[in-house]
């Protein structure tokens, strides 16, 4: 790995970084660290996960770095990790901010969801915005590149052979059949 790919990895995976862990009732216990969370299942700790949703529902999603640790070159929704003592509210914006370059879009809570993995555990807390076509201007130690999709549209792009964190199905399938209502205004 050259100098560079190093710090891009390092930028891209703050091994040090330091999360609650919580019970199974989302009830903090202590801290720990992030490169530990993700590798075992019995340490439960809290993420963020931001849907943007234009007017037409297709939802912004972005590739995910090679320099990432977890799911390199998977296709997914903007999400991060919730530092320890952080708001997931704010924590939403910041990743809104640092990985795309947003800023301005009213995000609003939709769920809490506990998620359990054979490499980690996490209370997920989702937030979703209106996506009116700004720029986006992604961190490449972060993110490869970005597309808004519609449900067809993921869905040919993984026929095809692209890998989606298929985590984050469930919920998109819930907003696309309308199980899940989603408003922003009098616009969706």
């Known amino acids: 790995m050259s100098i560079s790919d190093t710090k891009q990895f390092q930028k891209a995976n703050s091994p040090r970084e330091i999360l609650d862990l919580v019970d199974h009732n989302d009830v903090v216990l202590g801290t720990i660290n992030r490169e530990i969370a993700n590798k075992d299942p019995k340490l439960t700790h809290r993420e963020i996960s931001v849907l943007l949703f234009d007017k037409n529902k297709r939802v912004v999603i972005q590739k995910r770095s090679k320099y990432k640790s977890v799911h390199p070159g998977w296709w997914s929704l903007l999400a991060g990790h919730i530092p320890a003592g952080g708001d997931p509210e704010r924590t939403a914006y910041e990743e809104l ?19 359990e993995y054979d490499h980690e555990s996490h209370f997920m807390y989702y937030f979703v915005g209106q996506y ?25 792009m993984i026929q095809d ?10 919920i998109l399938d ?8 989603i408003r922003f205004g009098e616009d969706v």
Do not use: C, D, T
Not at 163 to 170: L, T
């Open 132 to 156: 009116n076509g700004e720029k986006i201007n992604f961190e490449e130690s972060e993110v490869e590149a970005v597309a808004v999709v519609s449900k067809a549209e993921l869905e040919h």
């Open 174 to 181: 819930k907003i696309w059949n309308g199980e899940l209502q």
């Open 97 to 115: 901010k640092e990985e795309f370059g947003l800023e301005g879009i009213q995000l609003q809570f939709l769920m809490k969801k506990y998620l």
């Open 161 to 170: 052979g692209e890998i989606f964190n298929q985590k984050y199905m469930p």
